[in-house]
């Protein structure tokens, strides 16, 4: 029972034996950070984070007060299977290496994240040599005022190496301190570049 835990930080860190986290039925209502969670574990190949194995939506997997996910997968180079599209995190500043390295993932579904309190998303999905889908970043929800996702102010190496296309035309870039390598190696974008960051206000960036 899982039900009172608010720090999932570290939970299987380096555990190099597990290949599937079977977080069916776990109660995250309460859980603010899962900092480092699976970090390099290597032999991981599914992970049930928002989805049950019969792929119907898990409800007790609750993100509503999550404050960073940061390197939460980071180093899972074997992960294929990681339903995050119910992720709903209105609260979480930082996304930071989420996903870095994992390789072998074909899509990740980030389609439905709320990141209008996101600050920090340093090489979120770097590393991601794998996907065959394109990142919906685009969809992300958008602050009611600014019509932008994010308040981001450090993306760096965000996307590097990814090489499917993603839309970050949305971002809220006005208070990025360093975006350095945020399109490191993105040749699906390399004759979009312009089009995508035309209208960012990075007047602040160093």
């Known amino acids: 029972n899982v039900s009172n835990v608010t720090n999932m930080g570290g939970f299987a860190n380096s555990c190099r034996l597990i290949t599937t986290f079977p977080g069916d039925n776990w109660n995250t209502a309460k859980v603010t950070s899962t900092t480092r969670m699976f970090l390099s574990c290597w032999a991981l190949e599914t992970a049930y984070v928002g989805r049950k194995a019969d792929g119907?939506?898990?409800?007790?997997?609750?993100?509503?007060?999550?404050?960073?996910?940061?390197?939460?997968?980071?180093?899972?180079?074997?992960?294929e299977v990681c339903d995050t599209q119910d992720w709903d995190m209105?609260?979480?500043?930082?996304?930071?290496?989420?996903?870095?390295?994992?390789?072998?993932?074909?899509?990740?579904?980030?389609s439905n994240w709320d990141m209008r309190a996101a600050q920090v998303a340093d090489e979120t999905f770097a590393g991601c040599t794998g996907l065959t889908s394109p990142l919906a970043v685009d969809s992300w929800h958008k602050d009611d005022t600014t019509g932008k996702s994010g308040a981001f102010r450090y993306v760096t190496r965000m996307f590097k190496n990814v090489p499917v296309a993603f839309d970050p035309t949305d971002f809220d870039m006005s208070e990025c301190w360093n975006y350095n390598g945020f399109f490191y190696n993105t040749d699906a974008l390399a004759n979009s570049i312009y089009a995508v960051t035309k209208d960012w206000n990075i007047s602040d960036c160093e």
């Open 90 to 110: 209105p609260l979480c500043t930082s996304i930071s290496q989420v996903f870095n390295g994992c390789s072998s993932m074909a899509a990740i579904d980030c």
């Open 56 to 79: 119907s939506q898990n409800t007790n997997w609750d993100m509503s007060k999550i404050l960073t996910v940061g390197e939460m997968f980071m180093g899972c180079g074997n992960l």
